[in-house]
């Protein structure tokens, strides 16, 4: 859980209106060219108030990222291929454009501070960590995951894709990349995994079909 030292009560409407201008200026400046005075002006606040709240800019960007993570669903279709394409998912999604312009600048403010890191890890990793944990145990729970399956490790894995593009960003993640990761761990994890694709095949004709099921249009010559 992100939270900010304790103090006076807090007035949710400024905490609110200072998240929301710490987003708009994220997504429009980055995190090296955001400051407390542009997101206390945007936000109709003073500088005074932002600091009472939040110590210091990481502090302030930590809490309005972990706002925006912290409601991620477990994926839970039934087919086990498509929650881990979703799993997957869930990690871009996590990571998105942002990791360049902001998740990587800002975890280098974090490094030599335990606190702040420890921030960062639990407010904007962990809330996609968790659901794909709960994914993956909902999998096993259902026979279609090995029993002995290193639960930490395989979320490790699906999210080392997006993570990987995300840092060096030579090329986006397309879904034929996410399809491709999932066969691949699928092979080594699933109980059957001739199984899995078989049931995954029965859910095409069920409407709507998941992306997973959904032919890839045909390139033009």
Same mark, same amino acid.
């Given at each position: 859980?992100?939270?900010?030292?304790?103090?006076?009560?807090?007035?949710?409407?400024? #905490?609110r209106?200072?998240? !929301?201008?710490?987003?708009?200026?994220? +997504?429009?400046?980055?995190?090296?060219?955001?400051? =407390?005075?542009?997101?206390?002006?945007?936000?109709?606040a003073?500088?005074?108030?932002? @600091?009472?709240?939040?110590?210091?800019?990481?502090?302030?960007?930590?809490?309005?990222?972990h706002?925006?993570?912290?409601? =991620?669903?477990?994926? +839970?279709?039934?087919?086990?291929?498509?929650d881990?394409?979703?799993?997957?998912?869930?990690?871009?999604?996590?990571?998105?454009?942002?990791?360049?312009?902001?998740?990587?600048?800002?975890?280098?403010?974090?490094?030599?501070?335990?606190? /702040?890191?420890?921030?960062? /890890? #639990?407010?904007? %990793?962990?809330?996609?960590? +968790?659901?794909?944990?709960?994914?993956?145990?909902?999998?096993?729970?259902?026979?279609?995951?090995?029993?002995?399956?290193? $639960?930490? %490790?395989?979320?490790?894995?699906?999210?080392?894709?997006?993570? @990987?593009?995300? =840092?060096?960003?030579?090329?986006?993640?397309?879904?034929? !990349? =996410?399809?491709?990761?999932?066969?691949? $761990?699928?092979?080594?994890?699933?109980? #059957? @995994?001739?199984? &899995?694709?078989?049931?995954? &095949?029965?859910?095409?004709?069920?409407?709507?079909?998941?992306?997973?099921?959904?032919?890839?249009?045909?390139?033009?010559?």
């Amino acid at each position: 859980m992100v939270s900010s030292s304790p103090g006076r009560p807090r007035n949710e409407g400024i #905490d609110r209106a200072v998240l !929301d201008a710490t987003m708009e200026v994220l +997504d429009e400046l980055g995190y090296q060219r955001l400051t =407390i005075a542009e997101v206390a002006s945007r936000a109709g606040a003073t500088k005074p108030a932002l @600091y009472r709240r939040w110590p210091s800019r990481p502090w302030l960007v930590i809490a309005a990222l972990h706002r925006e993570l912290r409601t =991620i669903e477990s994926p +839970d279709t039934t087919c086990t291929l498509c929650d881990l394409h979703e799993s997957i998912g869930l990690f871009a999604q996590a990571f998105g454009t942002r990791y360049v312009t902001v998740l990587g600048p800002l975890l280098a403010d974090c490094a030599g501070d335990q606190r /702040l890191r420890r921030a960062f /890890l #639990d407010g904007l %990793l962990e809330p996609a960590r +968790d659901a794909v944990r709960h994914t993956l145990v909902t999998a096993v729970q259902r026979g279609d995951l090995r029993p002995d399956l290193d $639960l930490d %490790l395989a979320v490790d894995m699906l999210g080392a894709v997006p993570h @990987y593009r995300a =840092i060096l960003g030579q090329s986006p993640l397309t879904s034929g !990349d =996410i399809e491709r990761a999932v066969v691949t $761990l699928l092979r080594g994890i699933a109980v #059957d @995994y001739d199984a &899995l694709v078989a049931h995954s &095949l029965t859910l095409e004709a069920a409407p709507p079909p998941h992306e997973q099921h959904v032919p890839a249009a045909p390139t033009e010559p």
